[in-house]
């Protein structure tokens, strides 16, 4: 408590005398404690002689007078002289007022080896001879008030309060005498021409600005080495406590009902999370469309942080619990939406303890989600399956123009129906609808097929929606594919894919729609997509010296928090690196309340892709565990749901004389292999 007072400033430079005064059992203490009392004393005495309140007629001589029988003869000259060589204009109480703070001065030099005798015999009776703070809860409050998330005394120049810090931080960090010596003695020079210059004479500006020059940086750096070590002293690690509300609890369905915990703010706003941690299940996170439109959340963090994942979790319960639709126009590169038929199952240690996770932190069972796999492709791409791992859950869907086809979603839809009856027992129809990415790209012309086909779904879906009512949940994988600033259809298209998707996404949120998107380049985004956001989660964003290029400060500055020392908390975070690499933390900025909280990630019930094994192996290893095929090994038996009569845009000759190219080949190729399809074929 009392160390608490000292770092807040209340008090000022008067609470030292206070302060070590009551350590009486600490030997060798006393000689220091009187010299700070005096020169605390003498310091009040010569400001009383100034005060505005006391020298109500009193003249310069009568003020030079008293200050004369304080001082002494000699350094009362000396000082005057000193002030002529300044060549600045002065009176009596601009000598009082710098007298006075060479007693500050000499007490803060003294309180900071008081202080290190202090902690050093607390230290050697209670612990290894280290005075050590275990108490989580001060260190974060230290952390607070340096970081100015709270205020301290408001009558307390800063300066002033930074250099009570100083005396306590110093000690705790052991930094050398002389260092805090040099530093004691330029803070005090800020506090001695700040006085004068507000409350006496403002001729000495220059000197002031000066010494505040010579005094913040250099406080600044030394509280940035000294922090560490003082944290250090604390326990670096976190307990997480699970807890799940009571009416969670009393539902017997094990439905996946929450993809989120959350933490109390108080735990996070120090810059750090640390000690035991209560994690509160989150089931009232907003992710479902409302009257008022939908929702639309987007994730931002580096490539392999989990944003997948993460949107995984928000899928699953629209799917489980809501009985929603997801649909992902197109997957990411590794289209980790084809895991989710299989429930998660444990086959080596990271399975199994996700399967513990889900049943006993979430009191759910791991399961599989019906999902059907669109492959949409030109009839001479269908080579590139012959290299993919193909399942019962796909379909194919012929076109002959990736970037204009009709399709028919509710013949995908009725297909899907069926997949969730025959595979999944249900009566209804729910799940993942997935476009399979191929990764084809044409360096001819500089296309995306897979971006092209996406863009022409996302504007056909838009006009289902039109007589639909049915709530739709977007899956949108590494978003800033689909919706950047400049990428173009194709090499002579004149508008941009970032207006199609912009202009689709703004469409779809009045349409009973939600949608869930990431990226890892948020500065590559289109910033409507960022602005039109209700929810924003992100994590270890780059910082760069160049605001401009900096991800995480660009991302702040566009979100108009309510409280802007939330944002230097999630700045110090991600300085820390606490929530990089496999961390489940996340924060989350709710934009109708411009307030950002941290969230903890829940695993999603079915699996999830191992990068250290094939996708086929763990089909296969489902297949053995569950007593089921499921693999399709020739591409002739996958179903067709649509073909090039139902999905071509051009008329009746042109579709006939496209189709006679492709079986029987002419002079001049029809269509124009991609590199990628290319690759493949010499693969296979």
């Known amino acids: 408590m009392k160390a608490k007072e000292l770092c807040s400033g209340k008090g000022g430079v008067a609470n030292l005398s206070r302060w070590f005064m009551q350590m009486v059992d600490v030997p060798g203490i006393g000689q220091y404690r009187t010299v700070i009392a005096n020169n605390i004393q003498h310091y009040e005495r010569i400001l009383a002689i100034i005060n505005p309140k006391s020298i109500h007629g009193k003249t310069d001589q009568e003020i030079g007078l008293e200050l004369f029988f304080v001082l002494g003869e000699k350094d009362y000259v000396g000082l005057i002289e000193k002030f002529a060589e300044m060549n600045r204009p002065f009176n009596m109480k601009v000598v009082a007022a710098y007298v006075a703070h060479d007693y500050v001065l000499k007490a803060f030099l003294y309180s900071y080896v008081a202080m290190s005798k202090v902690l050093g015999f607390i230290g050697s009776h209670f612990s290894d001879g280290k005075f050590v703070v275990s108490d989580i809860s001060f260190t974060r409050y230290l952390a607070l008030l340096r970081a100015e998330f709270i205020a301290g005394q408001h009558d307390t120049p800063p300066e002033e309060k930074n250099l009570l810090q100083l005396v306590w931080y110093g000690n705790l960090a052991g930094l050398d005498q002389k260092i805090a010596f040099v530093l004691i003695k330029k803070g005090v020079e800020v506090l001695r021409w700040g006085y004068i210059t507000s409350l006496v004479s403002g001729a000495f500006m220059p000197e002031?600005?000066?010494?505040?020059?010579?005094?913040?940086?250099?406080?600044?750096?030394?509280?940035?080495?000294?922090?560490?070590?003082?944290?250090?002293?604390?326990?670096?690690?976190?307990?997480?406590?699970?807890?799940?509300?009571?009416?969670?609890?009393?539902?017997?369905?094990?439905?996946?009902?929450?993809?989120?915990?959350?933490?109390?703010?108080?735990?996070?706003?120090?810059?750090?999370?640390?000690?035991?941690?209560?994690?509160?299940?989150?089931?009232?996170?907003?992710?479902?469309?409302?009257?008022?439109?939908?929702?639309?959340?987007?994730?931002?963090?580096?490539?392999?942080?989990?944003?997948?994942?993460?949107?995984?979790?928000?899928?699953?319960?629209?799917?489980?619990?809501?009985?929603?639709?997801?649909?992902?126009?197109?997957?990411?590169?590794?289209?980790?939406?084809?895991?989710?038929?299989?429930?998660?199952?444990?086959?080596?240690?990271?399975?199994?303890?996700?399967?513990?996770?889900?049943?006993?932190?979430?009191?759910?069972?791991?399961?599989?989600?019906?999902?059907?796999?669109?492959?949409?492709?030109?009839?001479?791409?269908?080579?590139?399956?012959?290299?993919?791992?193909?399942?019962?859950?796909?379909?194919?869907?012929?076109?002959?123009?990736?970037?204009?086809?009709?399709?028919?979603?509710?013949?995908?839809?009725?297909?899907?129906?069926?997949?969730?009856?025959?595979?999944?027992?249900?009566?209804?129809?729910?799940?993942?609808?997935?476009?399979?990415?191929?990764?084809?790209?044409?360096?001819?012309?500089?296309?995306?097929?897979?971006?092209?086909?996406?863009?022409?779904?996302?504007?056909?879906?838009?006009?289902?929606?039109?007589?639909?009512?049915?709530?739709?949940?977007?899956?949108?994988?590494?978003?800033?594919?689909?919706?950047?600033?400049?990428?173009?259809?194709?090499?002579?298209?004149?508008?941009?894919?970032?207006?199609?998707?912009?202009?689709?996404?703004?469409?779809?949120?009045?349409?009973?729609?939600?949608?869930?998107?990431?990226?890892?380049?948020?500065?590559?985004?289109?910033?409507?997509?960022?602005?039109?956001?209700?929810?924003?989660i992100f994590r270890d964003l780059p910082v760069s010296s160049k605001k401009d290029l900096s991800q995480m400060e660009s991302l702040l500055d566009s979100l108009s928090l309510i409280d802007q020392s939330q944002a230097n908390a999630v700045k110090e975070i991600n300085r820390k690196g606490l929530f990089s690499g496999k961390s489940r933390f996340w924060f989350w900025f709710y934009r109708p309340k411009r307030m950002i909280n941290v969230l903890w990630s829940c695993p999603p019930p079915h699996m999830l892709q191992d990068t250290t094994t094939t996708y086929e192996k763990i089909v296969k290893m489902y297949e053995e565990r569950f007593n089921k095929k499921v693999i399709v090994t020739d591409v002739e038996q996958v179903p067709v749901i649509q073909d090039l009569r139902e999905t071509s845009t051009v008329s009746g000759a042109k579709r006939k004389e496209k189709e006679r190219a492709i079986i029987f080949g002419t002079p001049e190729r029809v269509f124009q292999k991609d590199d990628a399809q290319t690759a493949r074929e010499q693969n296979v």
């Open 208 to 536: 002031f600005m000066k010494a505040e020059e010579a005094f913040t940086p250099a406080f600044q750096e030394v509280m940035k080495q000294l922090t560490p070590k003082v944290e250090v002293s604390a326990p670096v690690s976190f307990k997480p406590v699970f807890t799940i509300d009571e009416k969670v609890k009393s539902k017997d369905d094990k439905l996946y009902r929450f993809p989120f915990f959350i933490i109390d703010p108080e735990a996070w706003y120090s810059g750090s999370i640390q000690g035991e941690v209560e994690l509160q299940a989150f089931p009232e996170f907003p992710m479902f469309p409302t009257q008022e439109g939908g929702c639309l959340t987007t994730i931002f963090s580096p490539m392999g942080s989990g944003k997948t994942l993460v949107m995984n979790s928000m899928s699953s319960r629209a799917i489980l619990e809501k009985g929603n639709m997801v649909f992902a126009p197109m997957g990411d590169d590794s289209n980790q939406l084809l895991y989710s038929f299989m429930p998660m199952f444990d086959y080596d240690r990271r399975t199994s303890y996700l399967c513990r996770f889900l049943r006993e932190r979430m009191q759910t069972e791991p399961t599989g989600i019906p999902l059907t796999i669109l492959n949409i492709i030109r009839p001479e791409e269908k080579v590139l399956l012959n290299s993919q791992t193909l399942t019962v859950f796909d379909r194919i869907i012929y076109v002959d123009d990736p970037k204009n086809f009709d399709v028919s979603f509710d013949k995908i839809f009725r297909e899907h129906k069926s997949i969730c009856k025959e595979h999944f027992g249900l009566k209804d129809r729910r799940g993942y609808i997935s476009v399979r990415n191929l990764m084809r790209y044409n360096s001819r012309d500089k296309t995306y097929t897979d971006i092209q086909i996406a863009a022409n779904l996302l504007f056909r879906l838009d006009v289902w929606k039109t007589s639909h009512e049915e709530t739709l949940h977007l899956f949108l994988d590494e978003v800033h594919q689909m919706a950047p600033a400049s990428l173009k259809l194709a090499g002579s298209d004149t508008s941009s894919l970032s207006g199609t998707i912009g202009t689709s996404i703004r469409s779809h949120r009045r349409k009973n729609t939600s949608i869930m998107c990431n990226t890892q380049q948020p500065l590559e985004l289109i910033p409507e997509l960022r602005n039109m956001s209700t929810n924003i």
